[in-house]
C-alpha cells in the first residue's frame, strides 16, 4: 500500500485507533521526550503533538509497535514481505533451461520496472513552501535527554551521490543542531554517505546533501535497511509500497528527492572544513554516546507542505520504537539472506 503522504498515515492510524492527538502545548525541549518515553514503554498509540511551539506538529511513535509497523509498511504480517522476497528470489536464480522458461521471466521483470524509483519535472509537494533563508530554529526539533548536546533530529532520510557514479544513497544518522543553518552529520566511518564525503574529499569539491522528513513512512524504513552498497533504497521502497517513488529535483543542490515528503532540508558538505564536536547523545544502550568529531552540515533551503508534520522518535531504555523498526528488519531479511 502506497500512502499519498504523511497526512494520510496519521489519518490511517487514527482510524485503526492507533493514534492520540495532544492539543495542549508540550515543548520539544524535555518534554516531548517524558511523555514518550512512558507511552511506548506500555505499547502505548502514537501521538501527535498538535502544538509545539512552532507551524509544525510532531508525529512520534507511530510505528513503535509491531502492528503499526505493519500498518507502515501496508502489510497484514511482515511475513508477507518475507514471502513475496523469497518468491522472486527463487523466480530471478532458478535455472533457465529454454525460451519458455525465459519468457515466464517477463511479468516478473515487468515488476521490477514498476518499483523503479522516478525523477519528475517541476516542483513537488515538498516545495509548496520555500525558504532560502532557512532557520532551523522554526522546526520542532527535539532535545531528548538532559545531557544531549542540543536538540537533534532522529528521523532524517538522508540523501547523498558518489561523485564518480552518480549512484544514490539513501541513510539515517542522526543531526545535532548547531545554529540556525548548521548541524552535525553523525556518519560512521564503515557508512556509504561517509565514503561519499571521501570521494568529494578527494575531488576538493563541496558535497550537496539533502534530507527528507515525512512523506510515506516506507521511506523511513528503507532508509534503515541493510542494503548492499549501490541498490537504490527507493527501490525497496517502491517494491514495498507497490509503487515508484516520484523524484523532484532540490532548490538549491544537485540531488533528488521524494516528492511527496513534509519538510526538505537542503544544504551541503564542504570537506576542507574542520570537522564540528558532536554529542553527547541519551542513546538506546540507556547511557550516552561520547562526544566525536563528525563532519559540517551547512543548510542552504527549507521546503515544505503548507500543513507539514515534523516525524521525530526518540531512543533510550528499551522498548522504544527504534526497536519495532529492527524487528521488521529481521523478519523481512532474515529468511532471504538465511
Request: contains cysteine; proline residues 8%.
Amino acid at each position: 500500500m502506497a500512502y499519498r503522504n504523511l497526512q494520510h498515515f496519521i489519518e490511517t492510524l487514527e482510524a485503526a485507533g492507533e493514534l492520540k492527538r495532544i492539543k495542549t502545548f508540550v515543548s520539544p525541549e524535555l518534554e516531548m521526550t517524558e511523555i514518550v518515553d512512558r507511552v511506548s514503554k506500555v505499547n502505548g498509540p502514537a501521538l501527535l503533538f498538535e502544538n509545539t511551539g512552532t507551524g509544525f506538529p510532531v508525529l512520534i511513535n507511530s510505528m513503535g509497535t509491531y502492528k503499526r509497523m505493519c500498518i507502515a509498511l501496508g502489510v497484514n504480517d511482515l511475513d508477507d514481505i518475507t514471502r513475496e522476497i523469497e518468491s522472486l528470489f527463487k523466480t530471478l536464480t532458478s535455472p533457465k533451461e529454454g525460451i519458455m522458461d525465459k519468457l515466464k521471466m517477463l511479468p516478473q521483470l515487468g515488476k521490477i520496472a514498476s518499483w523503479m524509483p522516478k525523477v519528475i519535472s517541476g516542483k513537488g509537494a515538498c516545495q509548496e513552501v520555500i525558504d532560502t533563508n532557512p532557520d532551523l530554529s522554526k522546526l520542532p526539533v527535539m532535545k531528548c535527554w538532559p545531557y544531549d548536546g542540543g536538540p537533534f533530529i532522529t528521523l532524517p532520510v538522508i540523501h547523498t551521490k558518489d561523485p564518480n557514479t552518480g549512484i544514490r544513497n539513501v541513510g539515517m544518522y542522526r543531526m545535532q543542531i548547531f545554529g540556525p543553518q548548521l548541524t552535525a552529520l553523525h556518519w560512521h566511518l564503515h557508512k556509504v554517505s561517509a565514503r561519499h564525503f571521501q570521494e568529494y574529499k578527494k575531488l576538493g569539491k563541496k558535497m550537496p546533501v539533502a534530507v527528507a522528513l515525512g512523506g510515506d513512512p516506507v521511506y523511513t524504513y528503507a532508509a534503515t535497511a541493510p542494503l548492499p552498497d549501490g541498490i537504490d533504497e527507493y527501490m525497496l521502497a517502491g517494491f514495498i509500497r507497490k509503487k515508484k517513488v516520484e523524484l523532484v529535483q532540490c532548490i538549491t543542490q544537485d540531488v533528488q528527492v521524494p516528492a511527496d515528503a513534509d519538510i526538505i532540508i537542503e544544504g551541503y558538505v564542504d570537506p576542507s572544513e574542520d570537522l564540528i564536536w558532536e554529542g553527547p547523545f541519551g542513546d538506546h544502550t540507556g547511557y550516552y554516546s561520547l562526544p566525536d568529531w563528525y563532519p559540517r552540515f551547512h543548510v542552504t533551503a527549507i521546503t515544505h507542505r503548507k500543513q507539514a508534520v515534523y516525524p521525530s522518535t526518540i531512543v533510550g531504555i528499551p522498548p522504544q520504537e527504534d526497536a519495532w523498526i529492527g524487528k521488521a528488519t529481521e523478519r523481512i531479511f532474515l529468511a532471504p539472506i538465511k
